[in-house]
Structure formats: C-alpha cells, structure tokens
C-alpha cells in the first residue's frame, strides 16, 4: 500500500475517530486482548541499595523466550493488514438498489484499537422495470428491495471494541461513492452514502477469522431520467472470512 | 419528537405519492413503459395510457373497470369530467361497454 494512501488513512482516521461515542475498553492490535501484565503498568521498585561486585561469571545468562500473540503485529505496533471477502444481502427501494451483496476489504491497523477499512461492495438485484411517468410527466420509481445493480468504493474506520469470549465486536462508520442502475428503466445515478454499524469476529485459527457485520447506509443520489437528487437507505447484513497478511 | 418522526415518514412517503401507476394510468409511448401495455398517445388516450387487458371489472385494480375497448382494457371509473381532470387535458368522462357484461359505465377516455 503506498505512504501517501496510509498517511490519508490516518488522516482520516484521525478526524472520524472522535464521531465515536463508545466507552469501550482498549483491545489488542489483531483483535485479541492485551494480557493483562501487558496492559497494566510496571510496579514501582524499590530504589536499588549498593551491593558488592560479583566477579564476573564464566556462564552467560540463559535468555528467556517471550510468548508472543498470535495474531497480534511485532510488539504491538501497528501495521496489520487484513483481506476479507463477504458475501449477504443489501435492502433496496425506490432508487437505492438492493440483493446480493459481495463485499471484498482492505484492513490496515492504524492504532491499537482503530482500523481503516477500504472495501468495494457489488450489490446484484433484479433488472425490473418499476418507474413510470405520472400524468404530470414527472418520473416515479417504486423499486422493491431487491432490485438494482450497483457498485460502490467505501472507507471506513472500524474501532475494535472489549471482547466477549471468542466474539470480538466492533463498530464502523464510513463514507462511500457509488454507482447505481437500474436496467429496464434506464436509470443510472451516482450516489453517496455514509455507513454505519457493526460486527463481530471469532477468530478461527491464527490468521483466519468468520466475520458477520450489519450496516445502515443513508445518503443521497443524483439519477438521470429527471429524478435528480433522491434519498438513498440500504440495511446490509454479511458474513465472511478474513485473512491476516502476516 | 414521535410526532416529528411522523411527519417526516409522511412527508417522505408522500414526496412520490402518485393516483396512477405503471399497471394503470402512467403517462408512457411505448410498452416497455408500463407493466403490460401502452395504449398510444392521440385523441383517445392523450399523453399514452398504461393500463393492462382484462376480461371482466374483477380483472382491474381499485378505481377502474374493464372497458369493452381495445379488446378490453382497464380504465378509471368516474361520474362526472371532474373526476378525470387529474388525467390532464383532453380528458372526460363518458360511457363504454363493461366487457362480459352487456351494460354501459362511466370511464374516463380521450375526447
């Protein structure tokens, strides 16, 4: 990933980061807790008091292995990555498509608990025509919640919250930039929608997790056929696999 | 604050409220424009007429009737030019054969 695209990234996260009103408790870069000597601080020690010089010792100290997390970035700095795939349904309506939603991200740990989430989304509904003209001429769309195709580019911060047990929730908010169609009715628009919601993964083996995530989206649009600017709303529920990159 | 949310959905909704649709009197010049059949712009149907084909009233949806007309088609009922003005101009009310059943009604056609 290039400097500049990470460097954005942060910017963003840096500026999105306060929108949050979560309470959670700091989480472990990868999604694991910190244990709990790492997290709290190092006990005082008494001040050292003078002792006599040992003679060096002919046998070197043995150094000690430490366990390190298995999914968790060399010493806890950040810079994880992760790749997922997902796969569920989109609700659509009037001119906001919905159906099948394929979703494919790019997770880049930013710092301990926040992660940016790159993602580009396909959304595949049914082709049918539902927008006719009224007798004033102006055109009316009543898609149903599966109709529609469309595509869309996202960025999100996604904040990893305290984890339950295996399950480790979070919580996302983004902004996207879509396309939308809607064949039979030659209706094409752009849109804009901001995205917010959540998750949970469990992680199954050391760089591979299950994620199931549900989304509100809420937005506007601007179609042709003089529909101009519409409202757009999409409730996203998936499931999928992610991979730790290392 | 619940009245408010109200309001808005009602507003929302009401933003794309419409008395014709594409199965029964859309504007449209070709088929492709309506759920089934487009009945052409001109002196009998100003500004094309979406409508669908049917064989008795119990085929047409709630304010219209099968109008013994193209082979029967559905058309709005009225009882008077007032009750087709929303239709645009060109348009009143007058008598038709109900198809199937031998007597006439009111429904809104060209002039």
């Given at each position: 990933m290039?400097?500049?695209?990470i460097a ?9 980061a306060g ?6 408790q700091?989480?472990?870069?990868g999604?694991?807790?910190?244990p709990a000597?790492a997290a ?15 003679p060096?010792s ?5 150094p000690v292995?430490t366990?390190?997390p298995a999914?968790?970035a ?10 997922s795939?997902?796969a569920g ?6 001119v906001?498509?919905?159906g099948?939603?394929?979703?494919g991200?790019?997770l880049?740990?930013?710092?301990e ?5 790159g993602a580009?989304g396909?959304?595949?509904g049914s082709g ?9 001429d102006k055109?009316?769309?009543?898609h149903?919640?599966a ?14 919250l305290?984890?339950?047990g295996?399950f480790h ?12 169609r ?10 804009f929608?901001l995205?917010?919601?959540?998750g949970?993964r469990?992680a199954?083996?050391?760089?591979i ?13 601007s179609?042709n056929?003089g529909?101009g600017t519409?409202?757009?709303?999409s409730f996203t529920f998936?499931?999928?696999v ?5 | ?8 959905l009602?507003l929302l ?10 199965e029964v ?6 088929d492709?424009e309506c759920?089934?059949?487009?009945l ?6 100003p500004?094309g ?15 219209s009737?099968?109008a ?15 009750d ?8 009143r009310c007058?008598t ?16």
């Amino acid at each position: 990933m290039p400097r500049q695209l990470i460097a954005l990234a942060a910017a963003f996260a840096a500026t999105t980061a306060g929108a949050y009103a979560l309470h959670a408790q700091p989480a472990a870069p990868g999604g694991d807790p910190l244990p709990a000597e790492a997290a709290a601080p190092p006990p005082v020690q008494p001040a050292p008091t003078v002792q006599p010089v040992e003679p060096p010792s002919s046998v070197a100290p043995t150094p000690v292995a430490t366990p390190k997390p298995a999914v968790s970035a060399p010493d806890g700095e950040p810079g994880d990555q992760i790749v997922s795939v997902e796969a569920g349904l989109a609700s659509g309506g009037r001119v906001t498509p919905g159906g099948l939603r394929i979703n494919g991200h790019y997770l880049y740990q930013l710092s301990e608990r926040d992660w940016f989430d790159g993602a580009v989304g396909f959304t595949f509904g049914s082709g049918q025509g539902a927008c006719f003209r009224d007798r004033s001429d102006k055109v009316i769309c009543r898609h149903g919640l599966a109709d529609g195709t469309g595509v869309e580019l996202s960025a999100r911060i996604r904040r990893m919250l305290t984890p339950r047990g295996v399950f480790h929730p979070f919580a996302q908010i983004g902004i996207g930039l879509g396309l939308a169609r809607f064949s039979d009715d030659d209706v094409s628009g752009v849109t804009f929608p901001l995205h917010g919601g959540g998750g949970v993964r469990v992680a199954v083996a050391p760089t591979i997790a299950v994620v199931i995530e549900d989304e509100l989206a809420l937005g506007i649009g601007s179609f042709n056929r003089g529909l101009g600017t519409q409202p757009q709303f999409s409730f996203t529920f998936t499931a999928g696999v992610e991979f730790q990159l290392r | 604050m619940r009245t408010a949310i109200i309001a808005a959905l009602a507003l929302l909704a009401a933003c794309q409220s419409s008395d014709v649709s594409r199965e029964v009197g859309a504007r449209c010049d070709k088929d492709t424009e309506c759920d089934e059949r487009c009945l052409a712009s001109g002196p009998g149907y100003p500004g094309g007429f979406c409508t669908i084909a049917c064989d008795t009233r119990n085929d047409c949806p709630g304010g219209s009737t099968c109008a013994d007309r193209e082979g029967g088609v559905c058309l709005f009922t009225c009882n008077g030019d007032r009750d087709c003005t929303f239709l645009g101009t060109g348009w009143r009310c007058d008598t038709a054969d109900l198809r199937g059943a031998g007597i006439k009604v009111n429904v809104c056609r060209g002039n």
